[in-house]
């Protein structure tokens, strides 16, 4: 094992192997999908001796569609297990990270939710079991594949959004759900106050919209409601939403085409001021009714720093994601100082290096847990030492 | 690591609780800790040292730093309404009764959430905030009386998780004494890190004593839609069950009850089903009015193409109440035609439906058992209660037999030993069938690190250890 080269595994076997090997030698070991790096992208790790590559880990070990269940091997491209699932009219509510070309592993070690969040519940909501590969190289297995289950702690959705510091994800089993037979997609530009009144009345419907998000770009800002289903529900649903978003006097246009902006809700980070160079993307974090005013403070110091800024917020979730425009870095200090003033933010992408802390912001109450927890899987630190929440 | 703690040891935490708590909040009277030596599943019993009564955190912070002082263990108990011993306490540790902490701290409307104590009783919450709009959605059948603390311990289901979502799923944040005594915070989506919420929610209680929950509410659903199907055949509603599912309804329930259960509803309440019915399939959809008749109209189709031999419709709220009878009143039904049950608790890929039905049936037959099946056919998660008299030593004897070949049939199909009742003592023995060895040893490494003093809950949950408890089916059991 040289330094520099990256090792491909084929199996679980060779991959704790690897991880074994390693960890026997003191090394450290860097696991990377496809390296799309979407979602809180984490300070780089102090040091990674080996990377590992799950490229050759790949493909479905088992789909039973009347189970609505699949198990993927961890290197599998979202977008081929898009593909798979759409052939059997199923789908899994998996973000569009990097256009599709992350990888099972990765997404899930950011743990990035989908657009769907308000509706499907988060990334995690639909982990049911795993294989991993802990800090000694022991295969371990947690849950199962079945839809319900209590048998045992529940390790897989452990390791979701750990950043892959607590093992290397070999395969994962999801539960999954029936595709939509048809989608709506409702936009309603207007002024700011109005757009927020009309987006808290449409969150406060028992009407199951797929997603409930309000849009800032520039001077413009916007409702954007979906509704996923069948027409027999989302027809009335979509016209229902419109007249209310009329009653606040903002006048809804039904897209035709909704796949861009989608995209764009689904994956803000990416495609928010798409033009710009340089970019400072964050991850808001709160109560959902505190978001709004965080963002528009964040809006404040953004402008005082004369740099643009675009924001996205998932109406109903705990989530936001604001991008500024710039390259200086008193403008980047105050922002992630503003943005963390209430409460917590993850820095996704940044003009430049930044470390844990600035990229995590200071560990919560609950760190010391989090710390011996990360003891128990990978004693020997193998597994990215110093990338995660203060330095995990 | 397992707690060693002598007579002299639980004697003076006792003592000193008492000091502190006043003579009427603990308890090592006899007659009392009867009362405590098993929760709903009475498969088994162990009486605890004592019992302890805390009113605030504070209180269960400090029994907890003198157990640890001590090296006593401890267990958090709720309402004890737990079907697999999950809150008994072994080794002559303590019974702390949360009971009376109930207290609903804080709804927050437009966060959608509510911070209670562990003691509230689940259906309490929906209650408090129902002119709201909102509830707390799951709904475990003894959801009037078993609390949030329990709830979260077994990370509970019920009827309405198929489409809902079990507890797990409805946590935000809690708060937990760990075995030193730290009160900490967990969390919870607004805050980056490991998901720790998520870990303690369904660890039985062995990483600490939660104080406090967070759940999340959600709007209640504006229309609701019940129909019961009734099948020539067990084949036949399970075929229907798959087909639902896979057509793209989302139903919020799919409850099925068998030909043994059908009998005893018929039998003991007049309740009457089509001749020849040998499988009722409850489903229900709730959601926006808008498409709601379409959806339940769609699967009430997808129930005659396979074969139904009936199926009605409620009208309004008064006949959805009745057709939820059937599938309330089963459990009392069977009280009816047997002396006692032992339900059962076991999951299995949702398309093994009829193949695990069929083994249940070969099991009791070669054990000379009726078994009554009443189950989450949405799910998978399936209870078979095996029908026997417990005054009849050998009748025990194969229940126990029975029970072990079920769930390992579960296992064998490519299921789980439990679905909503948790592992508890019941079924820790059986987590080495279910698990590779490393399996274990990292879920126990996992309760070493939070746990390193060994007396949360000790013996639950995790094969191995040294104490053998001895395991038979006792009395009547509620279901969850």
Redesign the interface.
Known sequence: MTAGTTLRPADVDELAAIVRDADAARRTVHVVGNETHSGPAGAPPARADVVVSTSALTGVIAHEPGDLTITVRAGTRLRDLEAHLARHAQWLPAPTLGHGEASVGGWLAIGTDSLATRSAGRARDWVIGATAVHGDGRVARGRGRVVKNVAGYDLPRLMVGSLGTLGALADVTFRLAPRAETSTTLQAHGERDDVHAAARALLAMPWAPTFVDVLAQGTVTSCVVGFDGWPARTEPLTRRAADLLATHDLNATLLDDASELRACLDAPDRRLLGAAPARLALQVLGPPATLVARLVDLEHVAREHGADIAWALRGGTSNATAVIASTGRACLDAALSEARRAGAATVIASPERLSADAVWGRPSADFALMQRVKAALDPRGTFLPGRFVGGL | MESMSTTHDRSAVLAALTARLGAERVTSDVADLLVYASDGSTLHDATPAGVVFPESTAEVVDIVTTCAAHGVPFVARGSGTGLSGGAMALDGGIVVALNRLRRILDV?V????ARVQPGVANLAISRAVEHH?LHYAPDPSSQAVCSIGGNVA??S?GPH?LKN??T??HVLGLQIV?SDGTL????G????????A??I???EGTFGIVTEVTVKLS????GVRTAIAAFATIDDASHAV?SV??????PAALEMLDRVVVAALEAAFGLTFPPGAAALLLLECD??E??LD??ISRAVDICREHGALEVRLARDDNERAALWTARKKAFGALGRIARNYCTQDG?????KLPEMLRRVGEIADRHRLRVANVF?AG???LHPCILFDDRDADERARVVSAGREILDVCLEL??????????GIE?REA?AR???E??????R??????DPLGLCNPHK??PGGSRCVELGPGGKQVHA
């Open positions: 927050d437009p966060n959608r959430c709009g077994h990370n289901g998780t979502g079990v797990v799923n760990l900490v915070d967990v969390g989506p607004e805050r980056p890190g490991y998901d720790l998520a870990l929610t369904g660890s709007p209640l659903p504006e798959t599912i896979a057509g793209g309804l989302m959601g926006p808008d498409g379409d959806e999951v299995i890929p949702r398309t989450h799910d998978g998660n490519g299921g789980s030993l439990s679905g909503e009742h948790g592992i079924k987590m279910m698990f590779a490393d399996d274990l040893a990292v879920m490494a996992l309760r070493e690190a939070l949950v995790l």
